[in-house]
């Protein structure tokens, strides 16, 4: 579980960010364009997975979850 401040300050970047966006002239549908965030995101696992293979793309999840949600050792 990670510490309250990084909760609170990724919650406050993530709420003043969708403000910011929301308040401007033409709001969030100026901002968000689904078929490029498809390119991008789409184009990007793909590559990936011909880059490393099947078990190795899979793999990466995991050590995504494993980097999120690390727990460190008290000294």
Same mark, same amino acid.
């Given at each position: 579980v990670p510490d309250l401040a990084t909760v609170i300050g990724m919650i406050g970047a993530i709420g003043i960010f969708i403000f910011a966006v929301s308040e401007g002239e033409g709001g969030m549908e100026l901002f968000i364009n689904?078929? +490029?965030?498809?390119?991008?995101? #789409? #184009? +990007?696992?793909?590559?990936? !997975?011909?880059?490393?293979?099947? +078990?190795?793309? !899979? #793999?990466s999840f995991q050590v995504a979850f494993k980097a999120f949600f690390f727990k460190g050792t008290k000294i």
């Open positions: 689904i078929p +490029s965030l498809a390119i991008v995101l #789409g #184009g +990007s696992c793909f590559v990936a !997975l011909m880059k490393f293979g099947v +078990s190795d793309f !899979l #793999g």
